[in-house]
């Protein structure tokens, strides 16, 4: 278990989207996190997933860290945050060394993970996660668990989620001009996944798919390990900008109407009336709202399901979808989803109906920034901003190692 959890100290997580910047502070209390305070706002200064202007930003993060931290810093309180980057490199990278005769050691697993992690650096861009696939044996026999395995040659496969310098850069400082240092980036992809995904989900076959404002997030698990990432640059708001094109409406009454009457369902004529400050308001038929509606639906899931049943390893293995994010709050959006993809489909949500967070995807992220943070250390995250060297990636793999195979 991590020192900083040892200590009870006060953990910070930041969900910083297009459409809003939410906050949560917490503590662990017998391994369980306890929720100090927490706040969401308005995002400034990013559009469509384009972080335009720091300052704006930054202003929002100083008043969402204000409300979370009671307007207090504690010296060794520790922060996370998510990143996202539509232009993301996802990669799988294979490397080897030579073994010892006596079987496989610790030492060597770190040897050959080290050795991955070096060769996977690529120009402006920064490594944010790496994780360990699977482990080759003399390039003939695969396993997850390669201690004490005598071979002449160990290798190993990593998954490796790259975004973009500048991406992370603008994003850290941000954050930096209200002298918050933030000790890892989690992509947000992969924090809703494990924000919404069981165990068995993991370990079965299954994709996370997160529709939020600007972008949706593919993530897919089998076996327990992430076999496929993808973000492409469409999300809820292009819902909400195809209803205010469709029916001439402003922007905000699209949102709204979209909220409440929104369906990916066929209707039955029925009318609903849409409220203009401007007008008396505007009577349609629910047809006309789903019209508009449904096809960009269609669009972002044939787009993904395109992207991932050409990875055949992906194609073959998942069993079930997960959605979650703000957009998949749409009725009629499982029927929509399994009938495209002809797998199961449910909402990623907390059943606990005494939870804040219940029957609430868009905070997916949120609650998977929980859980990693907790588990920073064998997760991977391999950016440590205040001190900003690389060697900080070996001391957190020997903490991965200690863990894995104690």
Known sequence: MLEFLKNKKRVIIFDVGANKIAGISYKLENGNPIIINMDYQKSKGVSRNNLLDTSQLSNVIKEVYKKISGGQKEKKEIIFSNITDYRILTNKHFTEITAGKLGVSKKEIRKVYRKCISESQKKNKKLIHSFPMKFSIDEKHFTS????????????????????????N?????FIKNKILVKSFFDSGVASAYGCLTESEKQGGSICIDIGASTTKTTAFLNGKIVYHRIISIGGNDVTNDISHGLQIPEESSELIKIIHGTINPTFNEKIEIDLESSKGKIINKNLLYGIIKPRYDEIFEIIRDNIFDDIYARVGIKSIVLTG????????????????????RIGKIENNKSFFHNKPEFSTLLGLIRLSKNSE??????DNNQNKFSTVFDKLDNWIEESYA
Do not use: A, Y
Request: with cysteine; glycine share 10%.
């Open 145 to 168: 668990e390669p201690l004490g395995k005598k071979c002449k040659k160990l290798g190993i496969s990593c998954m490796n989620l790259m975004v973009d310098d500048r991406v992370h």
């Open 170 to 174: 603008k994003l850290n400082e941000s």
């Open 378 to 383: 064998s997760l991977n995250d391999l950016i």
């Open 326 to 345: 703000g957009g998949s709050k749409i009725f009629g959006i499982e029927n929509l989803c399994g009938s495209i993809f002809n797998r199961k489909v």
